[in-house]
């Protein structure tokens, strides 16, 4: 069992930046994969980043030169760093990982960017 605790999130203006922080516990030394989610009003989930336990990332287009996600292994704690935010990236984000074949999911932290 792993268990994630987002932290982060917040009201931003657009054009700046906040750093969200998951921080994962338990059976971590199993986890392959970290990223980040997230759900819009009256939108589906969608990935915005991941990175494997390497150095291997993955955005969406959405969200490429923007944002940058990188994982503390010492720490079990991964990063989402948002710069030049724009009211589209308003969401509930959602930090998850991948151990021994199984998601896990975080409880959510939410983001709002106003414009």
């Known amino acids: 069992q792993v268990q994630l605790v987002e932290s982060g999130g917040g009201l931003v203006q657009a054009g700046g930046s906040l750093r969200l922080s998951c921080a994962a516990s338990g059976t971590i030394f199993s986890i392959s994969r970290m990223g980040w989610y997230r759900q819009g009003p009256g939108k589906q989930r969608e990935l915005v980043a991941s990175?494997?336990?390497?150095?291997?990332?993955n955005y969406a287009d959405s969200v490429k030169g923007r944002f940058t996600i990188s994982r503390d292994g010492a720490k079990n704690t991964v990063y989402l760093q948002m710069n030049s935010l724009k009211p589209e990236d308003t969401a509930v984000y959602y930090c998850?990982?991948?151990?021994?074949?199984?998601?896990?999911w975080g409880q959510g932290t939410q983001v709002t960017v106003s414009s």
């Open positions: 998850t990982c991948t151990s021994w074949g199984s998601d896990y």
């Open positions: 990175i494997l336990s390497g150095t291997s990332t």
